[in-house]
């Protein structure tokens, strides 16, 4: 049964730093891995999607790696500011009968004006 | 752009009574998701639908449980007889393709008293 671990499970950093968070996976097997953020008492809005034959995908200031043989996915944020504050989540979808992403638990993240 | 939509934004209700949990999917996608998420847990997969079935569903979607797309744009979940454990969040989720990015909408908020 997949398993996800997002690491850490917070984080505040001031603004204007670079900053990785991390994702790991224990079953290589997977289709896609897709990162979101969620708002306190929001929904989710997806932010990167990438597939198991890509190692990384860009939007913004944002870049998403993914190393299937390790099991880990890192996403970048670039020149962070105030509103990227919320939680990341990340999923995996191993398809194959389970069709629902397995999500991890999530970064909280603030930053520091 | 295309959103996926769900009410009510927040539904509160009586242990045993009967709730239905509306969502508009994005018009064009062809597979339709529920999850929910109680609070300070992960997010947690209950069920996909695809071509008029259910294709996949957890060990949590049990015969309490019930999906239905009545019409040509909503997706309904349906609890028969609420428990208080079944409080939590519940966010549909729809996706061109199984493997596709998956958009989730705001979320039902259900309180069960």
């Known amino acids: 049964k997949q398993e996800v671990t997002q690491i850490p499970a917070a984080l505040s950093v001031p603004e204007g730093e670079n900053l990785v968070l991390n994702c790991s996976f224990t079953?290589?097997?997977?289709?896609?891995l897709q990162w979101f953020r969620q708002d306190p008492g929001k929904g989710l809005t997806s932010l990167l999607l990438?597939?198991?034959?890509?190692r990384e995908q860009t939007s913004g200031r944002l870049n998403a790696s993914l190393d299937k043989s390790s099991g880990r996915s890192t996403l970048y944020i670039a020149a962070s500011q105030p509103g990227d504050s919320a939680t990341y989540l990340c999923?995996?979808?191993?398809?194959?009968?389970?069709?629902?992403?397995?999500f991890g638990k999530g970064t909280h993240l603030i930053i520091q004006p | 752009e295309p959103e996926v939509t769900q009410t009510p934004s927040h539904q509160v209700t009586q242990m045993g009574q009967e709730v239905i949990l509306r969502c508009v999917p994005i018009?064009?996608?062809?597979?339709f998701y529920w999850y929910r998420q109680i609070l300070g847990q992960k997010v947690e997969f209950l069920v996909s639908?695809?071509?008029?079935?259910?294709?996949?569903k957890s060990e949590i979607f049990d015969d309490q449980f019930s999906v239905e797309r009545p019409d040509g744009s909503n997706f309904t979940l349906k609890i028969r007889s609420t428990k208080l454990e079944d409080s939590a969040m519940y966010f549909c989720?729809?996706?061109?393709?199984?493997?596709?990015?998956?958009?989730f909408g705001p979320g039902t908020r259900l309180t069960v008293l």
């Open positions: 639908f695809y071509n008029n079935e259910i294709s996949e």
């Open positions: 999923a995996a979808y191993s398809g194959g009968g389970a069709d629902g992403l397995t």
């Open positions: 990438i597939q198991s034959s890509q």
């Open positions: 018009s064009n996608h062809l597979y």
């Open positions: 989720a729809s996706s061109g393709g199984p493997a596709d990015t998956q958009y």
């Open positions: 079953d290589s097997a997977i289709y896609n």
